[in-house]
Every structure is written in structure tokens, then in C-alpha cells.
């Protein structure tokens, strides 16, 4: 059990669609982070949020958008869908407070087609 | 721009053997640096982390990691690997000072042990 539940577990969208993505973060677990892994590549950093508040970007367009819940869960979006879209979407949280590494959900799998 | 570089893409090695998976990140301020493990199906799951103190850093499952400053290096070390150590292996960095600091993974290292 990862303890961060992403849902869906698997999509297939249409090329200019939208789509959201859904994480519940670890229980206790206050910042929420997002990153997309590519096939054959290490996870890249989309952005991270912590009270409600993106507080990170990495080098993402502005299609990819999120949102965190006043309960700790977040939303990620992806607007105007491209065939380089297609990915692995992993969700990651953490206690602020507490150093450590994050925990990792087991990822949405994203085919654009 | 910051990077983290993993030398091997795809190590076989036989049971019993030892391991060392190579690591080297371009940052030039403190770092925290961490090594995770992805097994066939599952999700990524921390092996290890090193923020300060002792550079020898010691993991679940007997890896350890050394960190060489001088090298901006973290290697991965396990004495004898067992057939369940198949897995990806991700080097990752975390720039200090952002406690809410994201994560800059390598490639992967993906290794199969021969039973």
C-alpha cells in the first residue's frame, strides 16, 4: 500500500481533450508535489502545493494546471491534450514539518492518442 | 540547470554479486540527495536519504549509499544482491533550503539479477 491513492489508475484521452487527474496524499501529509515520467525516463517535476498554494513549478506549459483541497488533496489538469502528453503521472506527498523523503503513489498512466 | 546523471542504464548482475550504481548531480549549493527503488508494478519507494552528517548512508534492504562532496557523487552499494533486488533504481536531489523542495531524478537504473 503506497498510502497516496491516485485515481484513475489508467486513461486514454483524444489529442486537444482535457483531463484530470485526481491524488489523495499519505495521511499526515500537508504538501503534495506531481511529476511526470515518461517511458524510459526519470520522473520530471510539474509543480508542487502546499496550503492551497502552488508554491513550485518545474518546466512545464501553462496547459498543466492544479488545485489543492482545503483537505490536502489535489487535482491535476491537463488542457488542450498532445500526443507527448502521454506518460506516467505520479502524485507525491509529505509532512512539511518533518524532513524525509516523499511518498509516491503508484501513478495515472496517460495514452493521448 | 540542475541535473542528476546515472551512469548505467541496464546492469545484470548474478545473485551474490555486489553492486554499485553511480550517481553524480550538477548543483553547486547543499544538496539533500536520496536513491529510490521502483520493483516491477509498484511505486516508487525510498531506499534512502542523506541530508547532513555521516556521508555514508545506510538503507533498507542492506544498501548503502556514500556521499562524495568533492565529487558531487551518491553512489548506491549493496555487498550481494538477491533476485528480489530487480527493480529500477532513481537517483534523485533536492537543493537545500527548500523545505518544500521538489525532486530531480535521474534516468533510471534498471537492474536484473540471474538467479
Known amino acids: 500500500d503506497a498510502g497516496v491513492t491516485q485515481s484513475p489508475t489508467h486513461l486514454i484521452k483524444t489529442r486537444g481533450q482535457q483531463v484530470t487527474l485526481r491524488c489523495s496524499p499519505k495521511?499526515?501529509?500537508?504538501?503534495v508535489s506531481w511529476y511526470q515520467q515518461a517511458l524510459g525516463q526519470g520522473p520530471q517535476f510539474i509543480f508542487q502545493?502546499?496550503?492551497?498554494?502552488?508554491?513550485q513549478r518545474g518546466n512545464f506549459p501553462d496547459r498543466f494546471s492544479g488545485h489543492q483541497f482545503p483537505n490536502y488533496s489535489s487535482e491535476l489538469n491537463v488542457n488542450a491534450l498532445l500526443l507527448g502528453d502521454s506518460a506516467l503521472y505520479l502524485c507525491?506527498?509529505?509532512?512539511?514539518?518533518?524532513?524525509?523523503?516523499?511518498?509516491f503513489g503508484s501513478g495515472t498512466r496517460l495514452t493521448v492518442v | 540547470a540542475q541535473s542528476v546523471s546515472q551512469h548505467n542504464h541496464h546492469v545484470i548482475l548474478s545473485e551474490a554479486a555486489s553492486l554499485e550504481l553511480g550517481c553524480n548531480y550538477s548543483?553547486?549549493?547543499?544538496?539533500?540527495l536520496f536513491w529510490y527503488v521502483q520493483y516491477p508494478g509498484q511505486h516508487l519507494q525510498l531506499l534512502l536519504k542523506?541530508?547532513?552528517?555521516?556521508?555514508l548512508v545506510k538503507g533498507i534492504k542492506g544498501f548503502e549509499a556514500e556521499f562524495i562532496k568533492s565529487k558531487f557523487s551518491f553512489n548506491l552499494r549493496k555487498p550481494s544482491v538477491q533476485w528480489s533486488d530487480t527493480a529500477e533504481y532513481f537517483c534523485?536531489?533536492?537543493?537545500?533550503?527548500?523545505?518544500?523542495?521538489?525532486?530531480?531524478f535521474g534516468k533510471g537504473t534498471k537492474l536484473s539479477v540471474k538467479p
Open positions: 495521511s499526515g501529509h500537508d504538501t
Open positions: 507525491a506527498s509529505r509532512w512539511t514539518a518533518l524532513s524525509g523523503g516523499y511518498t
Open positions: 534523485a536531489v533536492s537543493p537545500y533550503g527548500g523545505s518544500q523542495g521538489n525532486l530531480i
Open positions: 548543483y553547486g549549493g547543499t544538496v539533500n
Open positions: 542523506y541530508f547532513s552528517g555521516d556521508p
Open positions: 502545493y502546499y496550503e492551497e498554494e502552488e508554491r
